[in-house]
């Protein structure tokens, strides 16, 4: 198993930045696929952005890319998604999740944080 634990969200103004974190423990080995997705009430969760352990490989959604980057940290066996110029539809529940596939898929991740809250005010 593999347990996944995000944090780093919160409430900030449009604008503003924030840094999620996402600390990977257990049977890490089995994963070489780490991703953020999100998720609004009422809508299917959606891709976000992913890359590799090795940091060989990242992509992007089209909405993020030029705002947000995906990083790893092997030493902490924690994955990092720096968000910056947060605007208001970026307000969602964001989950990071771990697989051995690129992938944009939901169903090709295994393991799943349980979730951090980013709320960006107008």
């Known amino acids: 198993q593999v347990q996944l634990v995000d944090s780093g969200g919160g409430l900030v103004q449009a604008g503003a930045s924030l840094r999620l974190s996402c600390v990977a423990s257990?049977?890490?080995?089995?994963?070489?696929?780490m991703g953020w997705f999100r998720q609004v009430p009422g809508k299917e969760r959606e891709f976000v952005a992913q890359t590799t352990w090795n940091g060989d490989h990242s992509n992007y959604v089209n909405f993020v890319k030029g705002r947000f980057a995906i990083s790893v940290d092997n030493a902490k066996n924690t994955m990092y998604l720096q968000m910056n110029n947060l605007k208001p539809e970026d307000t969602a529940l964001y989950y990071c999740?771990?697989?051995?596939?690129?992938?944009?898929?939901?169903?090709?991740?295994?393991?799943w944080g349980q979730g951090t809250q980013v709320t960006v005010s107008s």
């Open positions: 257990g049977r890490t080995w089995r994963t070489t696929v």
């Open positions: 999740a771990a697989g051995s596939t690129l992938s944009s898929e939901e169903s090709d991740y295994y393991y």
